[in-house]
């Protein structure tokens, strides 16, 4: 069983910044690949951002150029800055470790809310 802890979150200005972090105490492997989703307001679950083992990255899209994912692999720890923040960033984010192609676990996740 893998737990994650998620902090960072709050409340910010729009233009402001947050920084996110995923923390998995306890585990003893390394993992792969590390991410963040966020779900909005009555919408699904949306990919925020990925990072592989070999430090490869993917955005979605409303954030490019703005987030920035970035991890401590030896920690198991995964960052998401988040610059220029806008009232639709608002949501809660969760972190998401896939352990193989059928299994994954999340974070609780924290909430972010940007007021305009």
């Known amino acids: 069983q893998v737990r994650l802890v998620e902090s960072g979150g709050g409340l910010v200005q729009a233009g402001g910044s947050l920084r996110l972090s995923c923390s998995a105490p306890?585990?003893?492997?390394?993992?792969?690949?590390m991410g963040w989703y966020r779900q909005r307001a009555g919408k699904e679950r949306e990919l925020v951002a990925l990072?592989?083992?070999?430090?490869?990255?993917k955005y979605g899209d409303s954030v490019k150029g703005r987030f920035t994912i970035s991890r401590d692999g030896a920690k198991n720890i995964v960052y998401l800055q988040m610059n220029s923040l806008k009232p639709e960033d608002t949501a809660v984010y969760y972190c998401?470790?896939?352990?193989?192609?059928?299994?994954?676990?999340w974070g609780q996740g924290t909430q972010v809310t940007v007021s305009s």
């Open positions: 998401n470790v896939p352990v193989s192609v059928i299994r994954d676990f």
């Open positions: 990072i592989s083992g070999r430090g490869e990255t």
């Open positions: 306890g585990t003893t492997f390394r993992f792969d690949s």
